[in-house]
Protein backbone atom coordinates (compact mmCIF):
# COMPACT_ATOMS: atom_id res chain seq x y z
CA UNK A 1 0.00 0.00 0.00
CA UNK A 2 1.26 3.17 -1.46
CA UNK A 3 2.19 6.07 1.44
CA UNK A 4 -0.34 8.39 -0.16
CA UNK A 5 -3.43 6.44 0.09
CA UNK A 6 -5.82 7.78 2.76
CA UNK A 7 -7.22 6.48 5.54
CA UNK A 8 -10.48 5.54 3.95
CA UNK A 9 -8.73 4.36 1.12
CA UNK A 10 -6.92 1.86 3.21
CA UNK A 11 -10.00 0.59 5.14
CA UNK A 12 -12.12 0.02 1.81
CA UNK A 13 -8.70 -1.81 0.01
CA UNK A 14 -8.76 -3.95 3.44
CA UNK A 15 -12.13 -5.23 2.92
CA UNK A 16 -11.66 -5.56 -1.00
CA UNK A 17 -10.10 -8.69 -1.31
CA UNK A 18 -9.91 -7.97 -5.09
CA UNK A 19 -7.92 -5.18 -4.02
CA UNK A 20 -5.33 -6.96 -2.07
CA UNK A 21 -4.92 -9.97 -4.26
CA UNK A 22 -7.06 -12.02 -2.35
CA UNK A 23 -4.81 -11.84 1.03
CA UNK A 24 -4.58 -9.61 3.57
CA UNK A 25 -1.53 -7.70 2.47
CA UNK A 26 -2.13 -4.45 3.35
CA UNK A 27 0.27 -2.48 5.80
CA UNK A 28 -0.78 -1.84 9.41
CA UNK A 29 -0.27 2.10 10.29
CA UNK A 30 -0.36 1.04 13.78
CA UNK A 31 3.16 -1.71 14.47
CA UNK A 32 1.26 -4.60 16.37
CA UNK A 33 3.71 -7.25 15.40
CA UNK A 34 4.59 -7.60 19.45
CA UNK A 35 0.97 -7.11 20.65
CA UNK A 36 0.23 -10.64 18.29
CA UNK A 37 3.21 -11.96 19.67
CA UNK A 38 2.60 -11.75 22.99
CA UNK A 39 -1.18 -12.40 23.04
CA UNK A 40 -0.03 -15.76 21.05
CA UNK A 41 2.06 -16.49 24.23
CA UNK A 42 -0.44 -16.12 26.44
CA UNK A 43 -2.88 -18.39 24.34
CA UNK A 44 0.36 -21.35 24.50
CA UNK A 45 0.73 -20.71 28.01
CA UNK A 46 -2.64 -21.19 28.88
CA UNK A 47 -3.72 -24.00 26.72
CA UNK A 48 -0.56 -25.95 28.58
CA UNK A 49 -3.42 -26.62 31.03
CA UNK A 50 -7.20 -25.16 30.07
CA UNK A 51 -8.86 -27.95 27.22
CA UNK A 52 -10.94 -25.38 25.35
CA UNK A 53 -12.74 -22.61 26.21
CA UNK A 54 -11.10 -20.29 23.60
CA UNK A 55 -14.40 -17.93 23.49
CA UNK A 56 -13.29 -17.20 27.54
CA UNK A 57 -9.45 -16.56 26.90
CA UNK A 58 -9.90 -14.42 23.80
CA UNK A 59 -12.31 -12.35 25.95
CA UNK A 60 -10.32 -12.09 29.34
CA UNK A 61 -7.64 -11.05 26.93
CA UNK A 62 -9.62 -8.61 25.09
CA UNK A 63 -10.74 -7.12 28.38
CA UNK A 64 -6.83 -6.47 29.61
CA UNK A 65 -5.97 -4.72 26.48
CA UNK A 66 -9.15 -2.71 26.73
CA UNK A 67 -8.13 -2.07 30.30
CA UNK A 68 -11.79 -3.55 31.63
CA UNK A 69 -12.73 -5.84 34.00
CA UNK A 70 -14.35 -9.08 33.53
CA UNK A 71 -17.42 -11.14 35.19
CA UNK A 72 -17.06 -14.86 34.38
CA UNK A 73 -20.32 -16.97 34.87
CA UNK A 74 -20.88 -20.85 34.54
CA UNK A 75 -21.17 -23.80 36.98
CA UNK A 76 -19.18 -24.90 39.36
CA UNK A 77 -16.46 -27.21 37.55
CA UNK A 78 -16.03 -25.46 34.33
CA UNK A 79 -12.53 -23.50 35.09
CA UNK A 80 -13.77 -19.90 35.98
CA UNK A 81 -10.86 -19.68 38.47
CA UNK A 82 -8.39 -21.62 37.20
CA UNK A 83 -8.33 -19.46 33.84
CA UNK A 84 -8.41 -16.48 35.48
CA UNK A 85 -5.53 -17.96 38.41
CA UNK A 86 -3.26 -18.98 34.80
CA UNK A 87 -4.03 -15.62 33.08
CA UNK A 88 -2.56 -14.03 35.97
CA UNK A 89 0.45 -16.26 35.87
CA UNK A 90 1.18 -15.40 32.35
CA UNK A 91 1.50 -12.25 33.14
CA UNK A 92 4.48 -10.74 35.04
CA UNK A 93 2.12 -8.85 37.40
CA UNK A 94 0.93 -8.44 40.75
CA UNK A 95 -1.60 -11.00 41.56
CA UNK A 96 -4.55 -11.71 44.59
CA UNK A 97 -7.53 -13.63 45.42
CA UNK A 98 -10.56 -12.61 47.20
CA UNK A 99 -12.50 -15.27 48.13
CA UNK A 100 -16.46 -13.28 48.73
CA UNK A 101 -18.53 -14.60 51.56
CA UNK A 102 -21.35 -13.13 53.58
CA UNK A 103 -19.90 -12.09 56.16
CA UNK A 104 -17.12 -9.96 54.16
CA UNK A 105 -16.69 -6.51 55.34
CA UNK A 106 -15.36 -3.75 53.03
CA UNK A 107 -12.26 -3.07 55.50
CA UNK A 108 -11.50 -6.64 54.42
CA UNK A 109 -11.01 -5.95 50.98
CA UNK A 110 -9.89 -2.08 50.68
CA UNK A 111 -7.52 -2.05 54.09
CA UNK A 112 -8.31 -0.62 57.37
CA UNK A 113 -6.40 2.18 59.83
CA UNK A 114 -4.57 0.85 62.48
CA UNK A 115 -3.55 2.80 65.65
CA UNK A 116 0.25 2.60 65.81
CA UNK A 117 1.09 3.12 69.85
CA UNK A 118 4.75 3.92 69.11
CA UNK A 119 4.05 7.11 66.48
CA UNK A 120 0.33 7.51 68.32
CA UNK A 121 -0.91 7.95 64.43
CA UNK A 122 -2.88 5.75 62.63
CA UNK A 123 -1.40 3.74 59.66
CA UNK A 124 -3.17 2.40 56.64
CA UNK A 125 -2.38 -1.44 56.38
CA UNK A 126 -3.38 -2.03 52.17
CA UNK A 127 -6.15 -4.54 51.43
CA UNK A 128 -5.97 -7.45 48.98
CA UNK A 129 -7.71 -5.00 46.53
CA UNK A 130 -3.97 -3.24 45.81
CA UNK A 131 -2.65 -5.82 43.44
CA UNK A 132 -2.17 -5.23 39.22
CA UNK A 133 -4.94 -8.31 38.95
CA UNK A 134 -7.38 -9.32 41.32
CA UNK A 135 -9.36 -12.49 41.23
CA UNK A 136 -13.03 -12.13 43.09
CA UNK A 137 -14.47 -15.57 43.77
CA UNK A 138 -17.97 -16.16 44.08
CA UNK A 139 -18.59 -12.42 43.86
CA UNK A 140 -22.62 -12.92 44.10
CA UNK A 141 -21.78 -14.43 47.79
CA UNK A 142 -21.23 -10.59 49.74
CA UNK A 143 -23.93 -8.74 50.42
CA UNK A 144 -24.45 -4.90 49.23
CA UNK A 145 -22.77 -2.85 51.82
CA UNK A 146 -19.41 -4.86 50.57
CA UNK A 147 -20.29 -4.92 46.82
CA UNK A 148 -20.24 -1.06 47.08
CA UNK A 149 -16.77 -1.01 48.46
CA UNK A 150 -15.50 -2.11 44.64
CA UNK A 151 -17.73 0.46 43.52
CA UNK A 152 -15.20 3.63 43.19
CA UNK A 153 -11.92 1.15 42.99
CA UNK A 154 -13.51 -0.21 39.88
CA UNK A 155 -14.57 2.62 37.85
CA UNK A 156 -11.54 5.06 39.13
CA UNK A 157 -8.67 3.08 40.42
CA UNK A 158 -8.43 4.67 43.38
CA UNK A 159 -10.01 3.79 46.83
CA UNK A 160 -10.77 6.77 49.54
CA UNK A 161 -10.63 5.94 53.05
CA UNK A 162 -10.71 8.40 55.91
CA UNK A 163 -10.68 11.35 53.64
CA UNK A 164 -7.01 10.24 52.00
CA UNK A 165 -7.04 8.73 48.38
CA UNK A 166 -4.94 5.80 47.74
CA UNK A 167 -4.36 5.27 43.71
CA UNK A 168 -3.79 1.50 42.26
CA UNK A 169 -0.88 0.42 40.93
CA UNK A 170 -1.54 -0.38 36.84
CA UNK A 171 -3.02 -2.15 35.02
CA UNK A 172 -5.63 -2.66 37.11
CA UNK A 173 -7.99 -5.47 36.22
CA UNK A 174 -10.48 -7.35 38.40
CA UNK A 175 -11.82 -10.62 37.36
CA UNK A 176 -14.86 -12.19 39.14
CA UNK A 177 -16.72 -15.25 38.95
CA UNK A 178 -20.31 -16.50 40.02
CA UNK A 179 -22.36 -19.39 39.75
CA UNK A 180 -25.47 -18.39 38.13
CA UNK A 181 -27.43 -22.03 39.30
CA UNK A 182 -26.96 -21.96 43.13
CA UNK A 183 -29.00 -19.12 44.77
CA UNK A 184 -28.83 -20.01 48.46
CA UNK A 185 -26.78 -17.35 50.35
CA UNK A 186 -26.06 -15.07 47.44
CA UNK A 187 -26.85 -11.78 46.68
CA UNK A 188 -27.69 -9.80 43.70
CA UNK A 189 -25.09 -7.82 42.00
CA UNK A 190 -26.09 -4.21 41.93
CA UNK A 191 -27.09 -2.59 38.26
CA UNK A 192 -24.50 -0.13 39.11
CA UNK A 193 -22.01 -2.29 39.72
CA UNK A 194 -22.69 -4.70 36.79
CA UNK A 195 -21.96 -1.81 34.90
CA UNK A 196 -18.63 -1.67 35.71
CA UNK A 197 -17.95 -4.52 34.41
CA UNK A 198 -16.43 -3.94 30.33
CA UNK A 199 -17.93 -7.97 29.73
CA UNK A 200 -20.22 -10.93 31.68
CA UNK A 201 -18.85 -13.90 29.85
CA UNK A 202 -21.12 -16.97 29.89
CA UNK A 203 -18.55 -20.47 30.58
CA UNK A 204 -20.51 -23.65 28.49
CA UNK A 205 -19.55 -27.30 29.13
CA UNK A 206 -16.95 -28.43 26.97
CA UNK A 207 -18.20 -31.29 24.31
CA UNK A 208 -16.99 -34.77 24.08
CA UNK A 209 -13.61 -34.01 22.55
CA UNK A 210 -12.43 -32.12 24.99
CA UNK A 211 -14.12 -33.25 28.13
CA UNK A 212 -11.84 -36.57 27.23
CA UNK A 213 -8.54 -34.71 26.27
CA UNK A 214 -9.26 -32.68 30.02
CA UNK A 215 -9.46 -36.46 31.20
CA UNK A 216 -6.31 -37.39 29.61
CA UNK A 217 -4.29 -34.56 30.86
CA UNK A 218 -5.62 -35.11 34.32
CA UNK A 219 -3.85 -38.58 34.13
CA UNK A 220 -0.93 -37.49 32.95
CA UNK A 221 -0.95 -34.59 35.25
CA UNK A 222 -0.75 -37.09 38.31
CA UNK A 223 0.49 -35.21 41.75
CA UNK A 224 1.84 -31.96 39.59
CA UNK A 225 0.14 -28.91 40.02
CA UNK A 226 -1.50 -27.33 36.81
CA UNK A 227 -0.24 -23.78 37.62
CA UNK A 228 3.82 -24.89 37.20
CA UNK A 229 3.52 -25.25 33.60
CA UNK A 230 2.72 -21.92 33.10
CA UNK A 231 5.60 -18.95 32.87
CA UNK A 232 5.03 -14.97 33.20
CA UNK A 233 5.65 -13.81 29.20
CA UNK A 234 4.80 -10.00 29.74
CA UNK A 235 5.85 -7.72 31.60
CA UNK A 236 4.35 -4.91 33.32
CA UNK A 237 5.04 -2.26 31.32
CA UNK A 238 4.60 -4.62 27.50
CA UNK A 239 0.89 -5.00 29.26
CA UNK A 240 0.16 -0.58 29.35
CA UNK A 241 2.47 -0.52 26.19
CA UNK A 242 -0.35 -2.82 24.60
CA UNK A 243 -3.23 -1.24 26.43
CA UNK A 244 -1.89 2.18 24.77
CA UNK A 245 -1.49 1.00 21.61
CA UNK A 246 -5.05 -0.75 21.67
CA UNK A 247 -6.43 2.74 22.10
CA UNK A 248 -5.32 4.14 18.79
CA UNK A 249 -6.41 1.62 16.82
CA UNK A 250 -8.81 3.58 13.81
CA UNK A 251 -12.24 3.01 14.04
CA UNK A 252 -14.28 5.48 11.19
CA UNK A 253 -16.86 8.09 12.12
CA UNK A 254 -19.96 5.77 10.15
CA UNK A 255 -18.78 2.98 12.97
CA UNK A 256 -18.79 5.08 15.63
CA UNK A 257 -22.83 5.85 14.68
CA UNK A 258 -23.18 2.23 13.88
CA UNK A 259 -22.19 1.52 18.06
CA UNK A 260 -24.85 4.51 19.10
CA UNK A 261 -27.60 3.18 16.88
CA UNK A 262 -27.67 -0.62 18.37
CA UNK A 263 -27.15 1.35 21.99
CA UNK A 264 -30.70 3.58 21.17
CA UNK A 265 -32.18 0.63 20.00
CA UNK A 266 -31.69 -0.92 23.47
CA UNK A 267 -33.28 1.82 25.07
CA UNK A 268 -36.55 2.01 22.58
CA UNK A 269 -36.90 -2.10 22.26
CA UNK A 270 -40.06 -2.60 23.71
CA UNK A 271 -38.68 -6.39 25.00
CA UNK A 272 -36.36 -4.50 27.39
CA UNK A 273 -37.45 -2.61 30.61
CA UNK A 274 -33.46 -1.20 31.08
CA UNK A 275 -31.41 -0.02 28.23
CA UNK A 276 -27.65 0.38 27.62
CA UNK A 277 -26.26 3.48 29.18
CA UNK A 278 -23.48 5.55 27.56
CA UNK A 279 -21.07 3.75 29.35
CA UNK A 280 -21.40 0.57 27.42
CA UNK A 281 -21.14 2.53 24.09
CA UNK A 282 -17.54 3.50 25.39
CA UNK A 283 -17.23 -0.02 26.75
CA UNK A 284 -18.13 -1.59 23.05
CA UNK A 285 -16.14 0.95 21.09
CA UNK A 286 -12.87 -0.40 23.59
CA UNK A 287 -13.67 -3.97 23.47
CA UNK A 288 -13.97 -3.11 19.53
CA UNK A 289 -10.70 -2.21 18.93
CA UNK A 290 -9.02 -4.73 21.22
CA UNK A 291 -10.68 -7.23 19.07
CA UNK A 292 -9.45 -5.84 16.09
CA UNK A 293 -5.44 -5.10 17.63
CA UNK A 294 -5.90 -9.56 18.62
CA UNK A 295 -7.06 -10.10 15.04
CA UNK A 296 -4.22 -7.92 13.37
CA UNK A 297 -5.71 -4.95 12.36
CA UNK A 298 -5.22 -1.49 12.89
CA UNK A 299 -9.14 -0.78 12.44
CA UNK A 300 -11.92 -1.50 13.66
CA UNK A 301 -14.75 -3.46 11.61
CA UNK A 302 -18.85 -4.41 11.93
CA UNK A 303 -17.52 -7.75 12.87
CA UNK A 304 -15.16 -6.78 15.77
CA UNK A 305 -18.49 -4.65 16.64
CA UNK A 306 -20.54 -6.93 16.83
CA UNK A 307 -18.36 -9.48 18.55
CA UNK A 308 -17.99 -7.27 21.71
CA UNK A 309 -22.01 -6.40 21.76
CA UNK A 310 -23.27 -9.30 23.14
CA UNK A 311 -20.54 -9.44 26.28
CA UNK A 312 -20.64 -5.75 26.62
CA UNK A 313 -24.28 -5.43 26.76
CA UNK A 314 -25.93 -8.76 28.33
CA UNK A 315 -25.43 -7.80 31.91
CA UNK A 316 -26.26 -3.69 31.39
CA UNK A 317 -29.85 -4.58 30.27
CA UNK A 318 -33.31 -5.74 31.80
CA UNK A 319 -35.63 -7.93 29.73
CA UNK A 320 -39.17 -6.99 31.07
CA UNK A 321 -41.01 -9.34 33.44
CA UNK A 322 -43.46 -10.15 30.88
CA UNK A 323 -41.00 -11.42 28.12
CA UNK A 324 -39.14 -13.20 31.21
CA UNK A 325 -41.41 -15.32 31.77
CA UNK A 326 -42.04 -16.39 28.17
CA UNK A 327 -37.89 -17.16 28.62
CA UNK A 328 -37.02 -14.50 26.25
CA UNK A 329 -33.09 -13.82 27.28
CA UNK A 330 -31.09 -10.92 27.17
CA UNK A 331 -28.83 -12.47 24.46
CA UNK A 332 -31.68 -13.01 22.20
CA UNK A 333 -32.93 -9.88 22.03
CA UNK A 334 -29.35 -8.35 21.75
CA UNK A 335 -28.99 -10.48 18.62
CA UNK A 336 -32.08 -9.57 17.50
CA UNK A 337 -30.60 -5.83 17.75
CA UNK A 338 -27.71 -6.52 16.22
CA UNK A 339 -29.44 -7.95 12.87
CA UNK A 340 -31.88 -5.29 12.94
CA UNK A 341 -29.31 -2.41 12.81
CA UNK A 342 -28.00 -1.78 8.96
CA UNK A 343 -24.60 -2.29 8.86
CA UNK A 344 -22.82 0.83 7.77
CA UNK A 345 -21.35 0.23 3.59
Do not use: C, W
Amino acid sequence: MEDNTTDSQAFENTLNPESTSGNLSFTNRIDLSELQAGISQIRTEISKVIVGQKGMIDMLIASILANGHSLIEGVPGVAKTVSAKLLAKSLDVDFSRIQFTPDLMPSDILGTSIFDIKTSEFEFKKGPIFSNMILIDEINRAPAKTQAALFEVMEERQITIDGNKYTMDLPFIVLATQNPIEQEGTYRLPEAQLDRFLFKIDVDYPNTEEEVEILMREQTLQDSKKTDKITATLSKTQVESFQKLVTQIIIEPNLIKYIADIIINTRSNPFLYLGASPRASIAILKASKAFAAMNGRDFVTPEDIKQAATPVLQHRVIVTPEREMEGVTTKQIIKQIIETVEIPR
